[in-house]
């Protein structure tokens, strides 16, 4: 399948703006869709794209073909969040919905896992440069982001949106970037991730607002380990159990459905309650356990691992994904596969686990 990657420009040679236009379904959304003219007075998204695409060929990045990507991507997400508000143009929320599209598209276009995320990563914060003082607490969130793509490319990529612009606070805008990437080095985060002391240090600095990052947390040999799986249907979830933590129990919101006669779509308030019950059973019992389901939000793995650690358990989570291909193919061939139509909403809001998130996270890719 023809991706991105496909028309990153040799630097000798222009780029293939024909090509490009013609390629993307994506593009062709951009195109028509407006922007505020204070912000964005050169006109619709697709004019800003390729106006920022052309800033960062020009400030020579090294990783030529990632940043290309990036830029080429960093507004995927607009047309799908633009509203007129108050006679403004708005999009809001338009950077977590468009690494959530890219997330697919470069998924689809075999892109590898490492390159795929980083870009993501970008995508997902490329509007943090601007804002990154605004924040309570600016040094959690410049680490937080250092764990997900590396801040340096960030940086170039924001300065190419600003220079791939025509508005008013330009200028005021480049330089909270330069801030920003200041910053960055000064925390020793601009070309890598904040390293910590061990897991537990890592999850604890970010689930509470009085760590140390620099705290070396003590890790319980006697403590319990929750595991939850996280994964599109199909991914292999249930086969890494198998093989990996076949002695422990499981509590699988498939089981559950199948136990209660409750379907995959509607409500699933007396699912996610039985297997809560279910869950404080060996919670109060400090018995180890793995919770199968999807987990494809952040906000729906966080209630579960606020709940394991409630009863002091360390929360691994292991991602599992598998080549697209074959993923339709194992969901179609499991015992009760998903409806398509609602693995294709799932992947309307497919969220990878963050580093941060628990004591430990682990991506298992599944060959081709």
């Known amino acids: 399948m023809i991706g991105p990657f496909d028309f990153v420009p040799a630097r000798d040679k222009p780029l293939d703006w024909q090509g490009i236009d013609a390629a993307f379904d994506w593009i062709r959304a951009m195109r028509d869709c407006p922007q505020d003219p204070e912000y964005h007075a050169e006109g619709n998204v697709w004019i800003h794209t390729r106006m920022v695409v052309e800033a960062l060929l020009a400030l020579n990045p090294m990783d030529r073909v990632e940043m290309f990507v990036a830029a080429l991507m960093h507004d995927v997400g607009k047309p799908a969040t633009t509203k007129l508000e108050d006679g403004r143009w708005r999009s809001r929320g338009h950077s977590a919905k468009g690494a959530i599209m890219t997330r697919r598209i470069l998924w689809q276009a075999d892109t590898s896992f490492e390159d795929r995320e980083r870009i993501c990563g970008m995508i997902r914060f ?6 990154t003082f605004d924040r309570p607490d600016p040094r959690k969130f410049v680490y937080r982001i250092s764990l997900a793509t590396r801040c340096d490319q960030l940086a170039m990529l924001a300065e190419a949106d600003i220079r791939g612009r025509i508005c008013a606070t330009q200028q005021d805008s480049l330089v909270n970037v330069a801030i920003f990437a200041e910053y960055c080095r000064e925390h020793n985060v601009l070309d890598g991730p904040r390293r910590f002391a061990n897991g537990t240090s890592r999850f604890e600095y970010f689930a ?7 705290y070396a947390a003590y890790e319980d040999p006697n403590g319990f ?9 199909g991914s292999g979830k249930d086969t890494w159990l198998k093989r990996n933590a076949g002695h422990l129990p499981v509590i699988s919101l498939d089981d559950i459905r199948l136990e209660t006669g409750a379907k995959f779509t509607g409500d699933q308030g007396p699912v996610i309650a039985e297997a809560k019950e279910r869950a404080r059973e060996y919670l109060r019992r400090r018995e180890p356990f793995a919770f199968n389901a999807t987990n494809l939000t952040h906000e729906f ?3 579960w691992i606020q709940l394991f650690t409630d009863y002091q358990a360390c929360v691994r989570i292991v991602y599992v994904e598998a080549h697209h291909d074959r993923l339709w193919t194992q969901n179609r061939d499991r015992d009760r596969p998903v409806p398509e139509q609602a693995v294709e909403r799932m992947l309307d809001r497919w969220e990878l686990p963050e580093l941060y998130e628990a004591h430990r996270v682990d991506y298992v890719l599944s060959p081709k």
């Open 301 to 303: 793995r966080s209630r």
């Open 126 to 131: 490329h509007q943090i440069p601007y804002y």
């Open 225 to 233: 380990e929750v595991i939850l799986m996280a994964g599109l249907p």
């Open 208 to 214: 509470r607002e009085d760590r140390d990052p620099d």
